[in-house]
């Protein structure tokens, strides 16, 4: 039986990507259904991390379903209720920004507008190299908006990229369950 459906929701911070797909495994396993949603450049940018069409046919292969990667198709998340909760994992720098300011121009952004608009939550999973510089003001100005709950962070490299943060992956599932009930996993700051 499905325990509920999770928009998963993947950004550009593409070294963590192997932690994304086994988490996301992991929701699967668990019985959750998982929709995968792909930035643009997620969907389409080659790395030293891998190949673009690896990453979706990845994507695809752990979920059985087809990656949503554009704002057409993200739009209707929300007036079609299409999730019970969307997960960013990984959420980058460029989108806490976005997500601060209501900018819309993204699959990822436009899920997350969509899905709020319906009131239900939305779970950041943060990698980004400036969470403790110019991204700080918008990680916090996102704690404070209804509906959106954080996977806890840690430094990742405090003495060679000191104002960097990523989230702790491991904790997905936990936090995926707390938010459903609108509860923030304590503490957000490892």
């Known amino acids: 039986m499905t325990k509920a459906t999770i928009g998963y929701a993947m950004c550009g911070s ?18 959750y259904r998982v929709l995968p949603i792909m930035s643009g450049n997620a ?5 030293r991390f891998g190949k673009a069409e690896e990453m979706v046919k990845t994507c695809e292969d752990i979920t059985g379903e087809k990656v949503l990667h554009t704002s057409v198709q993200t739009e ?5 209720k299409m999730c019970d909760l969307l997960l960013i994992a990984p ?22 507008k969509s899905h709020l608009r319906i009131l239900r939550p ?15 003001q918008n990680i916090g100005r996102l704690m404070n908006t209804k509906n959106i709950y954080f996977v806890p962070m840690r430094q990742d490299n405090c003495i060679k990229k000191p104002n960097s943060l990523v989230a702790d992956f491991s904790k997905i599932e936990e936090c995926v369950e707390l938010a459903l009930q609108g509860k923030q996993h304590q503490p957000i700051f490892i």
């Not at 969907?43 to 790395?47: A, E, G």
């Not at 969470?131 to 700080?136: E, K, P, R, V």
């Open 14 to 31: 593409f070294c963590t990507f192997s932690q994304a797909f086994e988490q996301m495994q992991k929701l699967v396993d668990s019985g």
């Open 43 to 47: 969907y389409s940018t080659d790395t």
């Open 76 to 80: 209707p998340i929300g007036p079609k």
């Open 91 to 112: 959420c980058t720098g460029n989108t806490l920004a976005k997500l601060s300011l209501g900018v819309t121009d993204t699959s990822v952004t436009m899920a997350a």
């Open 122 to 136: 939305v779970l950041l999973c943060v990698a980004t190299n400036d969470a403790l510089g110019a991204s700080a």
